[in-house]
């Protein structure tokens, strides 16, 4: 398949989250996990759970007031809800809440036809026979898609075929059957298929696209963001010239939904419709930093065969949900840095493909919409959708709720000490006087001369010690107190 249609990266072999051999049908001595899988990498161990019960109907109710009062807490308490979400979303509740942090809802109840019209319009060929040939390669150890032919991968066929016509300047790519069936996992059909239009549309635009342009240029940003994050790492990656597309195709244009634990991918997923593509760069970047940022690591690694060896196999306890998840909130990489090294990555992008005029428009400050008002909700308001009614967090008022939230969580700073009190003289007031080089203070509130002193004039001058810092205002510093230096004011 082509550049356009099967990127570098995937292929007819199933990735580490999939198995050769499809799986029995049989129900003989098989055992379910909580997340649907009966066995492959991808199964989850059911000791493995360390949250107790207790704690889960916890957070379920916590999210069920959220969800039902949703505009609300998006307008008023968002640094509560991406808390939340980077805490996990419950299982039961995930769904839901995906659809209503991307927006979904708002699409899906301005075009409630269009889904079907969409499955009875005729697809061209090539897509058929591709999406066709790709359903079974999607996590067959499910048991929403182990059976051929069944409701899971019918439903899946449904949701790439309608997308395929939603988006015919796109047309099907099969890094897109993994998200669909992720979102098939938490929801219907037609929910999920207005999910993944707004995936596509608000968080990863261009994607999908010819050429794959945007993941490229995006490969190249987290590669130039890895030399502030792990600079040994960045110079071995250059030093053996592995360009971003053998290691990162997957891992962008999947989310990371063929390459960590289960946990780990819905942990993530979670962050990421709260808080946008940051997310995506920040977990590659934990990933490379974690697999290849130390030196000992990196001498047994003599080329790029063995670094991507090494970055095909990363660790299983690197990806650990509560490891990977602190790791990524932790990174010190935010929208300021991702922008400004786009802007570089974008000039050195047009450098290399002059012919190429367009830019690679990445929006980087992409965060969960609520509605601005129930009335506008209604479909007949909106007709297009490109005038959904969604507000970005992203207002000054929510910046400045944000700004104030982590504010009042920091520890505060100590106080300064006190100053000595030897042989005090109360002050009702005084004035403060500042040139180039000194601070002259009096007793009586006047300036004590504009010149520079000599070392005997100062000693007649009094020491100040205030009990306020030194930006109080001069009302508040009654407080002072003053020690002569020689003679008596």
């Not at 490229?216 to 040994?232: C, F, S």
């Not at 007793?443 to 520079?452: F, H, L, P, R, T």
């Amino acid at each position: 398949m082509s550049l356009t249609m099967e990127p570098e990266g995937f292929s007819d072999i199933p990735s580490q989250a999939e198995s050769d051999d499809y799986p029995s049908t049989s129900k003989t001595d098989v055992e379910t996990d909580k997340y649907g899988f009966t066995g492959g990498t991808q199964y989850t161990d059911p000791d493995s759970e360390d949250i107790s019960a207790a704690k889960l109907r916890e957070r379920e109710s916590k999210w069920l007031r959220m969800l039902d009062n949703w505009n609300k807490w998006m307008s008023k308490k968002f640094p509560k809800v991406k808390q939340r979400c980077r805490k996990g979303i419950p299982s039961s509740l995930r769904g839901r809440a995906w659809q209503l942090l991307c927006g979904s809802k708002q699409l899906h109840s301005q075009q409630p036809k269009q889904y079907q019209e969409l499955l009875n319009m005729e697809a061209t060929q090539h897509d058929v026979e591709c999406i066709e040939k790709d359903l079974h390669r999607q996590f067959p150890f499910h048991e929403m898609f182990a059976q051929r032919g069944g409701t899971g991968q019918q439903d899946l066929h449904d949701v790439l075929y309608a997308y395929s016509n939603y988006n015919r300047g796109d047309g099907y790519c099969q890094a897109q059957a993994p998200v669909a069936a992720v979102l098939l996992m938490h929801m219907p059909a037609e929910e999920a298929f207005w999910c993944m239009v707004a995936m596509f549309e608000y968080y990863i635009p261009g994607y999908y696209s010819p050429g794959l342009e945007v993941v490229q240029v995006d490969g190249n940003i987290m590669q130039g963001l890895l030399k502030k994050v792990a600079p040994h790492a960045y110079k071995h990656l250059e030093k053996h010239n592995v360009s971003p597309m053998l290691y990162c195709t997957e891992w962008f244009m999947c989310i990371f939904s063929r390459t960590l634990p289960w946990p780990s991918v819905l942990r993530l997923w979670d962050m990421f419709f709260c808080e946008g593509i940051k997310i995506i760069f920040r977990c590659g970047l934990v990933l490379l930093r974690s697999t290849i940022g130390q030196p000992q690591t990196l001498k047994k690694l003599p080329g790029l065969y063995e670094t991507m060896e090494r970055l095909r196999g990363i660790d299983m306890v690197i990806m650990q949900p509560e490891r990977l998840m602190f790791q990524i909130i932790n990174l010190k990489i935010d929208e300021e840095d991702l922008e400004a090294e786009h802007k570089r990555q974008q000039k050195i992008w047009k450098k290399q493909h002059p012919s190429e005029a367009k830019d690679v428009k990445r929006l980087f400050r992409y965060t969960p919409t609520h509605s601005r008002s129930r009335s506008m909700s209604q479909p007949s308001a909106i007709k297009t959708k490109k005038k959904l009614n969604t507000v970005s967090v992203n207002t000054p008022e929510m910046l400045q709720q944000a700004a104030e939230y982590e504010k009042n969580t920091l520890r505060p700073k100590k106080s300064p000490p006190k100053a000595q009190q030897n042989g005090p003289v109360q002050l009702t007031e005084f004035k403060k006087y500042s040139d180039d080089n000194h601070l002259l203070y009096t007793a009586n509130g006047s300036v004590k001369g504009k010149q520079s002193l000599d070392t005997n004039a100062a000693k007649s001058l009094p020491e100040i010690h205030l009990n306020e810092s030194d930006n109080a205002s001069p009302n508040s510093r009654a407080g002072a107190q003053v020690k002569t230096k020689g003679s008596a004011l």
